[in-house]
């Protein structure tokens, strides 16, 4: 699926967006659509926005210039009730998982129904099962976080995302630190995931390799702006000296190695 056939399909769309921390512009002008049931990879060298556009796309901060619509709204211009609706339609997997560490993978499976939805015990019961059998852990409801692999931990992490049906999920460096057979395993359930359940997913990664296998189309982050976008596959052979860069892992390039204090950028 190629995000950019058609803005008409999108899901999301991230237009003219640009945001600062003090003094440092972070994106400048950044344009992406996120197509309806794709899985859509934001990727680039440490420090250039990954994450802070996924933060921009839920409304937990605020651009300073450009816009991101979601099914047609605008979210800078809902109010505090409206962005809390948006929100309860976003799963989010954070980086290390972040399981709550004295609680069961149940409850922390289970802690968004109850906090967000009116359900019976059995109701909640039934919808945690159905995650964790989803994600291979049936049966692992008493185990308690610190019992787990990486690997388990993060796909208790995924079951917890769409515990609640959203129509989107996002992704922060799901593949950190986990080992090629949990990676493979969590890429393959992400993608499995998505089409299930008729998802729309962004991944914020690095890992150039497992993403070629797992999305639909790509967007490359270098200096605030959009150096390059297509599949994975495609943009190894990318013009874009930035993009050829980090795609294919070169030391030498246009993104340094050492922080650069003007910009307060790093790689």
């Not at 420090?47 to 450009?66: E, H, S």
């Not at 059998?133 to 079951?159: I, Q």
């Not at 992704?171 to 729309?200: C, H, K, W, Y």
């Amino acid at each position: 699926m190629q995000a950019t056939e058609s803005s008409a399909e999108a899901l999301i769309k991230v237009r003219g967006l640009t945001f600062r921390r003090g003094q440092r512009r972070v994106l400048n002008h950044v344009d992406m659509d996120i197509p309806r049931g794709s899985v859509v990879a934001i990727m680039g060298p440490s420090g250039v926005g990954k994450t802070t556009i996924l933060k921009l796309i839920a409304g937990q901060l605020q651009p300073d210039a450009g816009s991101v619509t979601i099914n047609g709204k605008a979210v800078t211009e809902l109010n505090r009730r409206e962005l809390f609706a948006l929100r309860e339609d976003m799963g989010f997997l954070l980086q290390n998982g972040a399981l709550f560490t004295d609680l069961t993978v149940f409850e922390n499976v289970a802690t968004p129904l109850r906090e967000h939805r009116r359900l019976s015990e059995a109701a909640i019961a039934a919808r945690v099962e159905e995650k964790l059998h989803a994600v291979g852990l049936s049966g692992t409801g008493d185990l308690m976080p610190d019992a787990l692999s990486g690997g388990m931990a993060r796909r208790v992490a995924l079951a917890r995302a769409v515990v609640l049906n959203p129509s989107i999920v996002m992704f922060d460096e799901p593949m950190a630190g986990l080992d090629p057979i949990a990676v493979s395993t969590i890429n393959q359930l992400i993608r499995q995931t998505n089409d299930d359940l008729g998802l729309t997913s962004i991944v914020v990664t690095h890992d150039v390799e497992q993403m070629s296998r797992l999305v639909d189309y790509c967007y490359i982050i270098a200096d605030g702006r959009i150096a390059g976008q297509g599949h994975p596959d495609e943009l190894r052979d990318s013009d874009n000296p930035a993009v050829k860069q980090f795609m294919n892992g070169h030391v030498d390039g246009p993104i340094p190695f050492h922080y650069d204090q003007a910009s307060g950028a790093a790689s």
